[in-house]
Antibody, heavy 117, light 107 residues
Framework: QVQLQESGPGLVKPSETLSLTCTVSGDSINTNYFTWIRQSPGKGLEWIGYVYYSGTTKSNPSLESRVSLSIDTSKNQFSLRLNAVTAADTAIYYC???????????WGPGTLVTVSS | DIQMTQSPSSVSASVGDRVTITCRASQESSSWVSWYQQKPGTAPKLLIYAAYTKESGVPSRFSGSASGTDFTLTINNLQPEDFATYFCQQANSFPWTFGQGTKVEIK
């Protein structure tokens, strides 16, 4: 059974960098695209970007200047870094697997990241 | 960006009812539209992808359709476990975008 699990700090100070890792089990990270999404009361669900095992990435233009996506196939993990965070980046962050139909068929449980001093 | 305007934002319904939720895309595009169900405190769950195709294990009372820029999720014979929030999502062009959600509540 495919499972994804986000990990990382739940509290980040303004102007610092948010770093999250998603660990995939039950599936090889070499076979699919993997995605980050966030959800906040004010902005709903927002697609952050995806990464492929080859290192190919695609990010939301609204975040592109601050986002870095990477993948570690040896650990079956992929990661998100978001620089220069503000309170507007406070959200539940989800990692998800992208299926062949460009849909998100497996999600992690999500992790709340709060930006506050 | 393609905006997905979802309606209604909420609906009150009874067990056994039919519920229809629509997402209107801001521009013509292909049918790479998915529907998700989300219950409080949990991640969204994929129901429908490519506008019409049911994800494995999804009950037959859920169906998806498309007409032009309108994409519809229909729930027939609403069951107690269907009370949740539903979202559409388009993957026709970047950035992928989501509708604002429809909360299906018990009447």
């Amino acid at each position: 059974q495919v499972q994804l699990q986000e990990s990382g700090p739940g509290l980040v100070k303004p102007s610092e960098t948010l770093s999250l890792t998603c660990t995939v089990s039950g599936d090889s990270i070499n076979t699919n695209y993997f995605t980050w999404i966030r959800q906040s009361p004010g902005k709903g669900l927002e697609w952050i970007g995806y990464v492929y095992y080859s290192g190919t990435t695609k990010s939301n233009p609204s975040l592109e200047s601050r986002v870095s996506l990477s993948i570690d196939t040896s650990k079956n993990q992929f990661s998100l870094r978001l620089n220069a965070v503000t309170a507007a980046d406070t959200a539940i962050y989800y990692c998800a697997r992208q299926s062949g139909g460009a849909a998100l068929d497996y999600w992690g449980p999500g992790t709340l990241v709060t930006v506050s001093s | 960006d393609i905006q997905m305007t979802q309606s209604p934002s909420s609906v009150s319904a009874s067990v056994g009812d039919r519920v229809t939720i629509t997402c209107r895309a801001s521009q013509e595009s292909s049918s790479w539209v998915s529907w998700y169900q989300q219950k409080p405190g949990t991640a969204p769950k994929l129901l429908i992808y490519a506008a019409y195709t049911k994800e494995s294990g999804v009950p037959s009372r859920f169906s998806g359709s498309a007409s032009g820029t309108d994409f519809t999720l229909t729930i027939n014979n609403l069951q107690p476990e269907d009370f949740a929030t539903y979202f559409c999502q388009q993957a026709n062009s970047f950035p992928w975008t989501f509708g604002q959600g429809t909360k299906v509540e018990i009447k």
